[in-house]
Each structure stands twice: as C-alpha cells, then as structure tokens.
C-alpha cells in the first residue's frame, strides 16, 4: 500500500445534527467509520467497501460529509428511529482520506476531538474470511490480516471496539488477497451488491439503536 496523502485542508464541522434526545448527552455519539482508500482509482474496490456502507447510511440521514482536520470526510447525523419516533442516536459518520493502512490516525482524532470512547466506535470493513453476501458483527478480537484494523487498534490502544465486517470472499485460484482486494467487483458480484450495502447499513443502525448483542441476535439468524 502506499503511503497516507496530505490531510484535506479545511476542518469544518459537519451539518445535520439536531439536538440530543432527553437522556443520550451522557452517553454522546457514536463514532461509525468506514474503512478504504482515498481517490476514485480505488472507490469501486472491494477495500473500500466499508466507505461504501458509509455513503448509504448518510444518504439516509441526509447528511454530507465535509473535510476534517484529523484527516476524513464526517458527516454528523441521527441515525434509525427510537421508540416513540424520537430521532436515534447521534453518529459521526466518517471515511478516512488516508490510505488503508494508516487509517488509526484519523480514527483516534475523531474520537479525541468528538470525545467518543472505543466502546462506541463502530468500524466497517471487507472482510475476506466471509462469502459475499454475510455481515457479521463482533467486537474486539483479532484482526485477521487486515491492516486498517491493525493499524485502528494501535492507534485507539485497545481492540476493544465494534467490527462490522462486511463479506467479500475469498479470491479464486492463486490470486493474492493483496491483489483481490485492490480489484473492482465483478459483474456477478456488482448485481448483490446494493443488498449486501444496505444489510451492513441496516446492522450499523441496530448497533447504535439497540445495543452490540441485540444487533448480533438479529443480523446473524439464519435466513
């Protein structure tokens, strides 16, 4: 992987936040992040599937991201409906401008900055280990390779952090995982794509709404 580019220039806080529901300003935001590289040569890859998720959840809150100085886009928004139609909870939605593997740097800024503790971080990513089409959620744990994550829990100084791992098989043959990763999805792959996009959406919101293991309850039930 190459190195991190320079930091977006602007640091102007996002739009969209509305005021905290009685009860949530002890508790604060969460932080969700989604995992990839920056420029358009690597939107459409597997790797940055993670960012992916991210761009469907604010496009249901309808928040835009904006230029952070800890070096990501953010979005601030309420995100999922509580009992009674309240807003859900405020999230920060953010996807790092900085390459996949040194990604910690601005996971651990945001939640510096945004005084969120590693108990509400929330990190989507790919996750070779399982099919194309399954989300899982775990917290802490290994991270199996994956140098986002590595390099997220170096930086934060635990593991003890939300996973949602969003499935993007193995490669075929002999191909190197380092190479699968970096590739676009192909046509089969592009077809179940929006499902897969907005289930690991769907299992961010459980999250945030409902708690880690309600959430693994629902979104890990067999089909």
């Known amino acids: 992987m190459a190195p991190s580019h320079p930091a977006p220039p602007a640091d ?5 936040a509305a005021a905290s529901p009685a009860g949530e300003a002890a508790d604060g935001p969460w932080l969700v992040v ?3 590289n920056p420029g358009p040569e690597y939107a459409a890859t597997r790797h940055n599937v993670g960012q992916m998720v991210l761009d469907v959840l604010a496009a249901r809150t309808g928040a835009g991201f904006r230029s952070h100085k800890a070096r990501a886009a953010v979005a601030q928004a309420r995100l999922g409906v509580l009992p009674g139609g309240r807003p859900g909870p405020a999230v920060v939605l953010a996807k790092p401008s900085t390459y996949m593997n040194v990604s910690g740097g601005p996971v651990a800024g945001l939640a510096r900055f945004f005084s969120v503790p590693a ?3 929330v990190v ?3 996750e070779l280990d399982l099919p194309g089409d399954v989300v899982r959620l775990k917290r802490g744990g290994g991270e199996g390779g994956h140098n ?3 390099d997220t829990s170096k930086a934060l100084g635990t593991k003890d952090y939300v996973r949602v791992r969003v ?16 590739k676009p999805f192909g046509s089969a792959e592009r077809r179940d794509l929006p499902v897969l996009l ?4 769907d299992a961010v919101e459980l999250v945030v709404l409902r708690g ?5 309850q629902q979104v890990h039930a067999p089909r």
Do not use: K, N
């Not at 075929?172 to 970096?182: C, I, S, Y």
């Not at 880690?212 to 693994?216: G, M, T, V």
């Open 12 to 16: 102007r806080p996002a739009g969209g």
């Open 34 to 36: 989604g995992l990839g």
């Open 119 to 121: 108990e509400r971080v």
């Open 124 to 126: 989507v990513h790919d």
């Open 148 to 150: 986002g994550l590595r």
């Open 167 to 182: 499935g993007i098989g193995r490669p075929p043959g002999r191909m190197d995982p380092a190479d699968f990763v970096l």
């Open 198 to 201: 907005e289930e690991a959406a």
């Open 212 to 216: 880690l293991e309600a959430a693994q």
